[in-house]
């Protein structure tokens, strides 16, 4: 049975924010598998460009720093968020993700957490010289469990793992192979640091994150033949709060993200002769057999343009947080990613208004291309406080 992969049109869906003057040459994206898992799932993080690697913790944590969960100052919380993906093109993909934690033991020292994404490229009907108009629904999911523990009063570590289902493929009807997808197992380390120092006479938080996510086995789509690496990612991030009046908080916050996988070589970066064929065949043939741990100490190296390559493959987003009393919050971003490896460039801006038991939080994407798909991009999340459950049941 031949087996064909929608690898292709999942890397146009998630990354068809080229930029058309880019050269050729020049454009040299980190290719990996199960793109969806960098999405950002939740309205507030995406609503700052992104952003969320040393934010005050929310039930979407897991996602950006599952360590920030040991300081959370609730017991409890679980969230919903959907996204309608690239609806400018079609309107039947989307991300829906659910997560949350509770705190654990004595102290107010622990937390466990878990998250389930779903990401839905829609429905598609092959032509009928690959399956006679077979339809696909083709779609990517994970689910990961987590735990997270203050070591000291000012930083906490979390971990991760997680378990990744890709079906992003179909098979002729004439093959007896009805293999469906590709699966895979990832692990996340993090790790968050905050505290409170005084400038003038306002009492201010300055906290910091770091996560390294998706480290796990590679994954494949035609039985265990030209497997791809996981997007693992290096996050780091600072968030600085500080009062502008009474009940009037302000956080101005920075996250860098580093692909931890290895550029896939090219043909066209080695000479046009026998001698450079062989050395790019070599290349491949290493970059396919690489595991993924040897994979992230390559990823630091091994652009084709040297360090300044290296420097292109750093995406950064910058974003403000404004709240009134921790009940409304009004958020604004931008995130850039150099052309050469994406072009992803867009504002964020969103809102969010919390009661005791719920908060409501949405955001829009502004891309700074028209023509991007990404733009006008929504995002929704809904978020249930377990505390305020209990108080409204009357327990305590």
């Not at 378990?163 to 098979?171: E, K, M």
Request: aromatic share 14%.
């Amino acid at each position: 049975m031949v087996r064909y992969t929608l690898t292709a049109l999942a890397i146009l869906f998630l990354h068809s924010t080229l930029v058309a003057e880019t050269p050729k040459d020049e454009f040299n994206p980190v290719q990996t598998g199960v793109t969806s898992l960098n999405i950002a799932p939740d309205a507030r993080g995406a609503s700052m460009g992104d952003i969320g690697a040393a934010t005050d913790p929310d039930a979407n944590s897991q996602f950006w720093n599952p360590a920030k969960y040991a300081f959370a100052y609730s017991g409890g919380a679980v969230s919903l968020s959907y996204t309608p993906w690239l609806r400018k093109i079609v309107d039947d993909i989307f991300l829906a993700n659910l997560s949350g934690y509770w705190k654990i033991g004595d102290g107010d020292n622990q937390a466990v957490s878990a998250s389930l994404r779903y990401f839905s490229l829609g429905e598609i009907t092959t032509g009928s010289d690959i399956s006679a108009g077979q339809t696909l629904n083709p779609y990517e999911m994970s689910f990961d469990v987590g735990y997270s523990r203050k070591l000291s009063d000012k930083y906490s570590m979390g971990v991760v793992l997680r378990y990744i289902y890709s079906d992003l493929g179909f098979s002729t009807s004439y093959s007896g192979d009805q293999s469906t997808g590709a699966s895979a197992f990832s692990a996340d380390v993090a790790g968050f640091f905050t505290y409170y120092p005084m400038i003038g006479r306002n009492e201010c938080q300055w906290s910091w994150g770091w996560n390294v996510s998706n480290v796990g086995s590679k994954v494949s789509y035609n039985n265990g033949e030209s497997p791809v690496f996981l997007p693992a990612n290096l996050r780091l991030g600072t968030t600085f709060t500080f009062p502008l009046a009474d009940y009037h908080n302000l956080a101005l916050s920075l996250d860098l993200n580093k692909l931890l996988v290895p550029t896939k070589p090219r043909r066209g970066d080695y000479d046009d002769t026998p001698e450079g064929e062989q050395r790019y065949l070599d290349a491949l043939v290493e970059w396919e057999d690489m595991s993924p741990i040897t994979g992230i100490f390559k990823s630091f190296g091994d652009a084709p343009g040297g360090f300044k390559e290296e420097l292109r493959e750093i995406t950064w987003a910058i974003g403000a947080e404004y709240s009134y009393n921790q009940q409304f919050f009004l958020r604004a971003g931008y995130y850039y990613e150099n052309e050469f490896k994406g072009g992803r460039k867009y504002f964020g801006m969103g809102a969010g208004f919390a009661l005791n038991v719920l908060r409501l939080d949405a955001s829009y994407m502004i891309a700074t291309a028209q023509t991007s798909p990404l733009d006008q991009t929504l995002r929704f999340t809904l978020t249930f406080d377990m505390d305020g459950l209990k108080e409204m049941f009357g327990r305590k």
